[in-house]
């Protein structure tokens, strides 16, 4: 391991996306992410998508570069080894991230009797504890009430767990955090992460809820347009779709060079007594100025429309399908982010490594999400410092499952 | 400053949402993060949504508890002044963190020549260097055509701008890596950090290009419903909209409960062979289990369907405006995290602090932006030692604005 983070240890107890990929994105930075598990895997151990064996893409995909260890949970000498692996001696160990229920023996109450300066990440779903997921989350934000079409009633969910994500990122920076604190003071402690305080600071950040406090009003949807600037999707003669923004001046003169709308936007400009430079008055003018770019993307192919935005350094995008993405050469077959990568049980495919370039340490390409229990011989013994014997004993006991089973 | 990261300074030349919330997330764990704007604000300054008298409620929500430094960007001696700061003396200092182009004086390449150990964030649309927002990558990644409502045709973006919020706490996160580094091995480091690889990593890891590339299937709409479990909206009698979920056999106990389905999923599982505790079979019987629940949220108040879910611990939330959430008792106005802040030029209203939970150190209560150069004066007089004669002519000059002017 040669990563930025290289020797540092984290102990995880985990299921489906927040937290696994907290520890997935701290192991891509070289850290020794250990993930326990009960000896049937864990609650998202068969997470669609799957492949046609039943394979999950989903759990492999959260789970690259870590290593596993099965465990019986239940029994009390599982729940010793664990917590001893939890507390073990070391500078750079003695951190535990986790999102299953931290009572009782994985509480950080006890865990912190056998290391005083332990820290212990849990995300719950809400500051009391109770249960959240990123769609429950998300109801209550405010936002599927504005996303979707126009004309549309109710709501419309995210596919995207954004606040999974961000609490993901949020996770590795808290242990980050709390290291250094240790580093500094030698104090260990608890940290507390809730799903949904990180979705309101969010909704709180973006100003969504001064302008409801300031304003009072509610925010009405505004279908695929992008409040306060210019920007919304437009559909080629090809029937594909392109989203066209403008965020500054230059891509204003852009897109005008692109379509040849220099003419028009002045025109916009004179009619409507707007000054096309500031974003609150393209805002205003975004109706006349859709109607002015719809036409031509209309009149073009989806490969024309591109070229011509391109070539101008408009800011612009195609809509593409997965299918498409894994498809694409510069975001994915040439980018250097990826690798094909042969994942155990399900095959070769590309798989990203961390996004973070850091020029200090050479980027760690993916590495395989483990097999459940591939490494729990290799960390009962060089960490736990577990003789053969008695590692054997406890597979045969059937407290421990994995490597030599 | 009490807060977890006291003493550590960051300064940040940025716009938009990305670097500001990711230098505000620092700054709220209390890191000395000073935004610099050039004499008339940033590209940010006025952006919506704005109070009836213009100020920005979304720059005020991300550069909370930051000190801003007013410059002119084009002087050479705002330049001189700038990448002093940049580069200041300091085992906690010399970071910089931008989405700004960092090119010429602003580039690492220049700045590291003053302090060589200066560890550099830099934001960038895509790994070329080109621009992109938020939108631009979301439309690539295939999110917006599988959102939206079942037979709609088209894109649906999202409002919520998700790469952005992640790339902020990942841009956090990887300033606390590399000061890490520094702290052990004294080197500092330019880290490169695009926007587009933050959205695809997560693509990645969310088994969505393995699904597409093994799989070789392009997942349809699905419209509201959460893929490869049980999850959807549903509409109460009085025309309000609940969210129901079951994650676990606990959930599905909880919902039968509530709502008395218990027989009615029996059934279900007799007529259709399926065990409704298995993920995938309830994704496989989702029409079944949404006809059994639908007439009953339609015959009761969403206060009573809310009461009755709430009773038996179901996985489930009431969908809200942002109005409705600023009222809301619990999320809000109790939630600790919360203070009625008073931001200068706009008013008191709740403002969040970070989601984060420190047992070391009490949360810091959130600050208030600061107004454009407010901090001018005391960064140049107390980080770079200039006398106060010498401040007098910079304001005189018109090389830096803010406070005494």
Chains 1, 2 share one sequence.
């Not at 997935?24 to 799957?50: H, K, Y």
């Not at 066209?244 to 025109?267: M, T």
């Not at 009962?380 to 994995?402: C, F, M, N, T, Y």
């Amino acid at each position: 391991m040669t990563g930025l983070l290289a020797g540092l240890r984290i102990v995880e107890g985990s299921a489906f996306i927040a937290a696994p990929m907290g520890g997935m994105t701290l192991a891509q930075l070289g850290a020794d992410v250990i993930r326990f598990d009960d000896l049937a895997g864990g609650l998202d151990s068969d997470r669609w998508p799957v492949t046609k064996d039943g394979a999950s893409l989903y759990w492999a995909g959260l789970n690259k570069g870590k290593r596993s260890i099965a465990v019986d949970l239940r029994h009390p000498k599982g729940r010793e080894i664990l917590s001893a692996l939890i507390t073990a001696p070391g500078e750079n160990a003695g951190i535990f991230s986790t999102n299953m229920p931290a009572r009782g023996w994985l509480s950080y109450e006890e865990l912190s009797k056998k290391r005083a300066d332990l820290i212990a990440l849990v995300i719950v779903g809400d500051r009391h504890g109770a249960a959240n997921v990123d769609y429950t989350v998300n109801s209550i934000t405010g936002f599927p009430l504005v996303t979707g079409p126009l004309g549309h009633e109710g709501p419309v969910n995210a596919v995207l767990p954004a606040w999974d994500i961000a609490t993901a990122y949020a996770a590795a920076m808290s242990i980050l955090a709390a290291e250094r604190h240790r580093r500094l003071t030698g104090a260990g402690q608890k940290i507390v992460l809730p799903l949904q305080d990180m979705a309101l600071s969010a909704v709180s950040a973006m100003g969504y809820l001064g302008e409801a406090a300031i304003n009072r009003v509610d925010r009405p949807r505004f279908g695929n347009e992008i409040f306060g600037t210019f920007g919304r999707d437009f559909r080629t003669k090809d029937g594909r779709y392109v989203m066209i923004c403008v965020f500054s001046d230059r891509h204003l003169a852009a897109l005008a060079k692109a379509g040849g709308f220099a003419e028009a936007f002045a025109a916009i400009e004179k009619d409507k007594g707007v000054d096309l430079t500031l974003e609150a008055d393209r805002w205003t003018a975004r109706a006349e100025l859709a109607a002015v770019i719809a036409p031509w993307v209309a009149a073009h192919s989806a490969a024309e429309v591109g070229a011509a935005l391109k070539k101008e350094g408009a800011l612009w995008a195609p809509y593409q399908t997965f299918r498409e993405l894994g498809a694409d050469k510069d975001a994915v077959l040439d980018n250097p982010m990826f690798t094909v990568l042969d994942q155990p049980g399900i095959g070769a495919y590309p798989v990203a490594a961390s996004p973070v370039q850091f020029a200090a340490v050479p980027r760690e390409p993916p590495r395989p999400a483990p097999t459940l229990g591939q490494h729990t011989d290799e960390i009962l013994s060089g960490i736990l410092g577990l003789p053969g014997h008695e590692i054997a004993r406890l597979h045969d006991e059937k407290i421990v499952a994995g490597s030599s089973t």
